[in-house]
């Protein structure tokens, strides 16, 4: 049955950090766009080696901040100022008590940033997704303990069976296999 | 000329590299598969006879303080001691005491993260627990405290059933909105650091049951660089956002008193005298805490090196410095105001002795004098001891001078709290606080709750923040090529 199922991508492994990211460069410069390297920890300048910009993450939870500032403001100004104002110790209703309003509105910009931040982070990453290709490669297993990995999907328009695998072996993969869905 | 700055700065770097001969984070030259060797395998291996004992401890200790939860709340708040005068006692010194005591691990995981210490990847996991366990605890006292528990929705900003809502220009409302965050954005900032670790435990198991449960905890992580990349940044902005958070929290926990015109409590130094002895206290649980589990676990010794206490120690000193000149700062405050109910509160309340203090000023000692004393004792003289090398690397000393602190930050805020209240502006109305078995069993509970958490924990959750070692050892080091000598077969030096 194996046969019948689609290959997915051909995979290889690499000895250390530092040859993982010297393969990636060179797939990089192959002009490759649907690949991805594998490791058990963030290796230092692998965005560079693999070509990948600044992460866009930042911009959903400054969204996220916002929202909760607004929520924040909306709160306890609706709510203490039109729907029900109480005067508690003297206080009077209006601009002149603002302070008494920051830990709120600083702590809900806290809140909605995080969950902006892990919301975000399960969008960008795709994640969770409890099956993966990859999983079916026995090697792979390694890759949360001490292995590093490379894989070449078929979906990228330059990917050839052979030429690939080629370029992985010349740029010192080992084990290099086909990965089935 | 801006050639000549380059290639100056590239040699004054290299030079500095080479003096600042740094101390190995990890030590023994480990490979990244030891680690995961050596970390997994306190989750895997059979459960050892200590861990069975010390649950069975710890767990009736805390089934005792729900226990005395359950006959509060089934009775009525007039079990605890809490009466007029000392409205608030026990319940919001513990509250107060466990708060603080979550600090360090945020301080740990965010603030020393932003600054780039990266000795603290190796206790970082355990203290972020820590942090979880502890606000548990202290989020029992407030909301129990308020007696009738099932109307503690009124806390939440919903109207109640007259359509009143709450005020928000209440500094005990902002207490409910700072710990919440606090214990919801800690959660979130523990479990995204713990993923990439369960997919480690995950791709070692053996059992279904194993490969199941650390499968779906571990989100299907599989160690892409694509993913990496926005992990990291989320790592920095949740960081980020915690630091400021982690000041916020100690210091509305501080407004609690602060803003009230209470003498003793009404002053500007609270809130970073607050932050500064909560990180005190904590870094002091932690390493309660880490030195038994580092005498358990001679393998961890590798991990949590004694460079790791070291600076620990050195924090602790620090800290108990800054919370030393709080104290001394506060009473100059009181004598300097001229105001006779400061002077009052700090010196006939607290400071004055039966020995030497209350002779001198000729007063009558102080009804709890003896609280003020152990506090300053255990606070502030007790850590001075780690200006010296040659402590800071005794296990047994630390054990001793952390759990003095421990002590000391429960009896500072007890001191706060009930020797500013025990005394108020109406003599007639003057009386002590007598705690009752209940809430001395409760807070009591607490300890065993803590502990049982604290044991599940490293029983069954990856104690080590094994990804962020593994950044740190020399082979992760994209431009070093040699393998490490020791590939774990080699026996620790101890």
New interface residues.
């Given amino acids: 049955m194996a046969e019948e199922k689609r290959v997915y991508a051909i995979a290889a492994e690499f000895k250390?950090?530092?040859d993982?990211?010297h393969a990636?460069e060179h797939v990089r410069d192959a002009g490759f766009k649907r690949w991805?390297?594998?490791?058990?920890?963030?290796?230092?300048?692998?965005?560079k080696a693999?070509g990948?910009g600044k992460?866009w993450?930042?911009a959903i939870?400054f969204v996220g901040?916002l929202t909760g500032l607004l929520t924040g403001l909306g709160?306890?100004f609706i709510?203490?100022w039109y729907?029900?104002p109480?005067i508690?110790?003297g206080?009077p209703i209006g601009w002149m008590?603002i302070p008494?309003?920051v830990?709120?509105i600083?702590?809900?910009t806290?809140?909605c940033?995080?969950?902006a931040?892990?919301g975000?982070?399960a969008l960008?990453?795709r994640?969770?997704?409890?099956?993966?290709p990859?999983?079916n490669w026995e090697r792979?297993?390694?890759?949360?303990?001490?292995g590093y990995y490379l894989a070449i999907e078929a979906r990228d328009p330059k990917f050839s069976q052979t030429k690939t695998r080629q370029l992985l072996d010349e740029i010192g993969g080992m084990h290099i296999t086909l990965v089935h869905e | 000329m801006a050639s000549d700055t380059s290639t100056y700065d590239t040699q004054k770097e290299e030079q500095y590299r080479a003096e600042v001969a740094r101390v190995p984070l990890v030590t023994n030259d480990r490979?990244?598969?030891w680690v995961?060797e050596k970390v997994s395998v306190l989750t895997e291996k059979k459960t050892p006879l200590w861990w069975w004992i010390a649950i069975l401890i710890t767990s009736p200790i805390a089934a005792f303080g729900f226990f005395c939860l359950f006959y509060q709340v089934s009775t009525g708040v007039g079990v605890w001691g809490e009466n007029h005068p000392v409205g608030w006692a026990w319940d919001i010194t513990n509250f107060v005491f466990w708060i603080g005591i979550g600090h360090a691990g945020t301080l740990i995981s965010a603030i020393l993260y932003l600054t780039r210490q990266q000795w603290r990847t190796s206790i970082n996991r355990a203290a972020e627990a820590m942090t979880i366990f502890a606000v548990c605890c202290a989020g029992i006292f407030p909301a129990f405290h308020v007696g009738r528990v099932w109307f503690a929705w009124y806390l939440f900003?919903v109207?109640n059933s007259n359509?009143?809502?709450?005020?928000?220009?209440?500094?005990l409302?902002?207490d409910v909105?700072?710990v919440s965050?606090y214990f919801?954005?800690s959660l979130?900032?523990w479990y995204?650091g713990m993923v990439?670790?369960l997919?480690?435990l995950?791709?070692?198991s053996k059992s279904k049951l194993r490969q199941w449960l650390y499968?779906?905890f571990s989100?299907?992580?599989?160690?892409?660089?694509?993913?990496?990349?926005?992990?990291?940044?989320?790592y920095l902005?949740?960081a980020g956002?915690s630091t400021?958070?982690v000041l916020?929290v100690h210091s509305?926990v501080s407004?609690d008193f602060a803003t009230s015109v209470l003498p003793g409590w009404h002053t500007t130094i609270f809130p970073p005298y607050f932050v500064a002895g909560a990180i005190f206290g904590g870094f002091a649980m932690v390493l309660t805490i880490l030195i038994p589990a580092r005498w358990i676990y001679p393998q961890l010794k590798d991990l949590i090196t004694e460079q790791h206490i070291d600076k620990m120690c050195k924090i602790i000193l620090l800290t108990g410095s800054m919370v030393g000149y709080a104290y001394a700062m506060e009473f100059f405050m009181a004598w300097y105001s001229g105001s006779p109910y400061e002077i009052w509160v700090f010196l006939r309340n607290r400071v004055a002795d039966p020995y030497i203090f209350g002779p001198l000023f000729d007063v009558p000692p102080a009804p709890y004098w003896w609280a003020y004393w152990s506090m300053i004792t255990c606070n502030v003289i007790a850590p001075q001891v780690f200006w010296w090398k040659k402590n800071r690397h005794n296990l047994l000393i630390i054990m001793i001078i952390v759990n003095m602190v421990n002590a000391g930050m429960w009896f500072e805020r007890f001191v706060i709290i009930v020797t500013s209240l025990h005394r108020d502006f109406l003599p007639s109305s003057w009386g002590m606080f007598h705690p009752t078995w209940a809430e001395q069993g409760l807070f009591f509970g607490t300890f065993g709750l803590f502990l049982t958490l604290f044991l599940l924990f490293m029983r069954f959750l990856p104690m080590i923040a094994?990804?962020?070692i593994?950044?740190v050892l020399p082979?992760?080091?994209?431009?070093?090529?040699a393998?490490p000598e020791n590939d774990g077969t080699k026996e620790a030096q101890h």
């Fill in positions: 250390s950090p530092a993982l990211m990636a991805d390297v594998f490791s058990p920890f963030p290796i230092h300048g692998m965005d693999m990948l992460s993450l930042s939870v901040g709160l306890q709510t203490a729907i029900y109480t508690v110790h206080k008590t008494a309003y830990p709120v600083f702590e809900l806290i809140l940033s995080a969950f931040c892990v975000g982070l960008l990453t994640l969770p997704q409890w099956y993966h990859l999983f792979f297993s390694r890759v949360t303990d001490n | 490979s990244a598969q995961t900003p109207p359509g009143i809502w709450q005020n928000f220009r209440s500094p409302l902002w909105f700072a965050t919801t954005v979130l900032f995204i990439p670790d997919a480690t995950r791709d070692r499968g779906i989100l299907g992580w599989r160690g892409a660089n694509r993913h990496w990349r926005q992990y990291e940044m989320a902005i949740l956002i400021p958070l916020s509305v407004f094994m990804a962020e593994k950044m082979e992760a080091d994209p431009h070093r090529h393998a």
